[in-house]
């Protein structure tokens, strides 16, 4: 309920758990990067990739088990004798995947909080603790850090305000410097949430300058968390906890292409009640009438494209462990395209005696001509004068 006072439960403590062990915990719930997800506003990940992420889940005693034991393990066996000159340390494992723009995000959060701390002038904790909803279980928040600011009235430091960290690519810099993106305000609206506080800072970093550093504050809005909470309560007890399928509703890359990785794994979870041939009739009679009014014009305009968009979305799961599937005019098939990659820089560095024997490098040259910046202008300018 709006200006309800609560406290965030302990749900447990990351501090030196592995990687692996803070993914397995926060399958337990809606971490706030995952609400944009939830309310189909990722371009990065699609509810079908949620869904089968949070139901592989592990019970969350037999994870505090594991843990204990490899803290004890790893008490008993000590640490190995160092060698004779130094200390040596593997940073990272070869053959372990590597998302180098998360690891950037991750390895710079302290940077930019430390940076944000000076030049608002006020403390900036880390709180290692995961917290969870007090009555909405399934929500869960991991915070950047937690700023402590002066109460506008007294001006005691008493205020607590959520930090979300963020370096974002200097690509995106000209859309940072206009706002915060929408689905980094929907995961401070879930934080917020589960912390209960009433104001969080959304700070970008986009390149490593005083000029790239951009800082938003977001105030909480009760009506735009109850939608939070509404759609994150459906998704989670009427799919997740029953293992039904949720789908796609908004068109995007990752949703096609988490539709077309699942239909050619062998998960296989139940489907929704309203999943019928009926639907499917329905339908496929829209998509036929949609593109028949498209062709009408001689042209797919962007609204009929998104139409026509959304609707295939709807059509795909009824493809599952099909190859093709007629209905009606409508003839629905999977389309698959092999295409062979490499990466000749990795390969480079690793073998770069075969790179220099059977790699060949063809340059080819070109005659370019360019005109300086503002030099037309003043040519014009000295043939008026």
């Not at 889940?57 to 004798?81: F, H, Q, T, Y």
């Not at 007090?134 to 915070?143: G, I, K, R």
């Not at 496929?284 to 028949?292: D, Q, V």
């Not at 005696?353 to 040519?379: C, H, M, P, Q, W």
Request: glycine fraction near 4%; aromatic fraction near 10%.
């Amino acid at each position: 309920m709006p200006n309800e006072r609560y406290r965030p439960v302990p749900f447990v403590d990351t501090a030196g758990l592995t990687r692996e062990e803070w993914l397995e915990y926060r399958k337990h719930g809606f971490g706030a990067s995952d609400m944009p997800v939830v309310m189909e506003s990722s371009e990065y990940k699609s509810v079908l990739a949620l869904f089968q992420e949070k139901v592989s889940r592990r019970p969350k005693e037999e994870l505090d088990r594991m843990v204990a034991e490899r803290r004890e393990r790893e008490a008993e066996e000590g640490s190995p004798l160092p060698p004779l000159f130094g200390t040596q340390e593997l940073i990272i494992d070869p053959n372990e995947d590597i998302n180098l723009p998360a690891e950037c995000g991750h390895a710079l959060e302290p940077v930019i909080g430390k940076y944000l701390s000076r030049k608002m002038g006020v403390p900036i904790y880390k709180d290692t603790m995961m917290y969870a909803h007090p009555h909405y279980p399934f929500l869960l928040v991991d915070l950047d850090f937690m700023a402590i600011c002066p109460d506008p009235q007294t001006g005691e430091l008493c205020r607590r305000v959520i930090v979300e960290c963020k370096n974002v690519t200097h690509w995106k810099e000209n859309d940072v410097a206009f706002g915060p993106f929408y689905h980094h305000i929907i995961q401070c609206r879930a934080a917020m949430c589960v912390m209960n506080a009433d104001e969080a800072i959304i700070a970008y970093l986009c390149d490593n300058n005083d000029g790239s550093f951009y800082a938003y504050r977001i105030y909480r809005d009760y009506d735009k968390e109850a939608e939070l909470i509404q759609a994150a309560k459906t998704l989670w007890l009427n799919h997740i906890q029953k293992e039904i399928l949720p789908f796609p509703t908004v068109p995007s890359d990752a949703a096609r292409r988490e539709l077309a990785e699942y239909a050619f794994s062998d998960y296989r979870y139940a489907l929704p009640q309203d999943f019928s041939e009926e639907n499917l009739s329905e339908l496929a009679s829209r998509y036929i009438e949609a593109k028949a009014a498209a062709n009408e014009q001689n042209q797919v305009t962007e609204d009929y494209k998104a139409v026509l968009e959304e609707l295939e979305i709807q059509l795909a799961p009824y493809l599952f462990s099909k190859k093709e599937l007629v209905c009606g005019d409508l003839t629905l098939r999977w389309k698959q395209q092999k295409r062979r990659s490499m990466d000749y820089d990795a390969f480079k560095l690793a073998y770069p005696l075969l790179y220099a024997r059977y790699v060949t490098d063809n340059i080819s040259t070109s005659f370019e001509v360019k005109v300086k910046k503002g030099a037309a202008g003043k040519s014009k300018k000295k043939e008026a004068a």
